[in-house]
């Protein structure tokens, strides 16, 4: 068990590009969740996967943001022509549970995303 | 709608101290409340997880407390080291919603 597994942990873009970061959970953990946190706030919940399937999407997911777990097994956040806004280190976290329990959620150590 | 505060927002103590940081929520119909450590630029690591049902939970020298009729969570930090510096934030889990409601973080500072 290696832990959840994020990368690139650091990425400056220019605004208006395109980027993508991926997590890889911890094996056989079939939640994921993507959470955005700014410095000095506690963090933002993105969406969440249960396998592949998306369940459930936040209001702070605009347009420009698309997540997937095509096999249930690693996910990606891509950002559409980002704006200096959307700089944030962004986490992935996994857990193992099939409705709401009290089984430990588990972060990666996040991607780091400045728009410049 | 769920709110989770934390005070105070920051924190300094003498080493070897023992110290509590605090949690409130807003509506006690959580599912469980956990608190974790961020260290500067990193991710969250868990400490404890404290389900609905119990009162507390320990993990060597931490103790999480849980009184959900009054909307409080404590962490009590025995002996403190200059090790234990950094951030600790708490979050709760409701019962219909599969988020994590988060705090904004305790920064802790342990002075040699």
């Known amino acids: 068990d290696t832990g959840v597994s994020q990368n690139p942990r650091h990425k400056i873009t220019k605004r208006g590009q395109n980027v993508t970061f991926r997590c890889d959970p911890i094996s056989e953990h079939n939640r994921l969740y993507w959470y955005r946190q700014t410095l000095g706030q506690g963090p933002e919940f993105l969406t969440y996967?249960?396998?592949?399937?998306?369940?459930?999407k936040s209001r702070l997911l605009s347009d420009r943001f698309s997540a997937e777990r095509p096999k249930g097994s690693f996910s990606t956040l891509e950002i559409q022509r980002t704006e200096q806004g959307d700089s944030a280190m962004y986490l992935c976290?996994?857990?193992?549970?099939?409705?709401?329990?009290?089984?430990?959620?588990?972060f990666g150590e996040g991607s780091w995303l400045t728009v410049v | 709608k769920q709110e989770v505060t934390q005070i105070p927002a920051a924190l300094s103590v003498p080493e070897g101290e023992n110290l509590v940081l605090n949690c409130s929520f807003t509506d006690s119909a959580i599912y469980n409340l956990q608190w974790f450590r961020q260290d500067p630029g990193k991710g969250l690591t868990s400490l404890l997880l404290?389900?609905?049902s119990q009162r507390e939970q320990t993990s060597g020298r931490l103790n999480a407390s849980l009184d959900k009729s009054s909307g409080r969570s404590t962490l009590y930090i025995a002996a403190s080291q200059p090790g234990d510096s950094a951030t600790y934030l708490c979050?709760?889990?409701?019962?219909?919603?599969?988020?994590?409601?988060w705090g904004a973080g305790t920064k802790l500072i342990i002075k040699p």
């Open positions: 976290a996994s857990s193992l549970e099939w409705v709401p329990s009290g089984n430990t959620i588990y």
């Open positions: 979050a709760v889990r409701e019962g219909s919603n599969y988020q994590l409601i």
């Open positions: 404290i389900q609905s």
């Open positions: 996967f249960q396998n592949e399937a998306q369940l459930e």
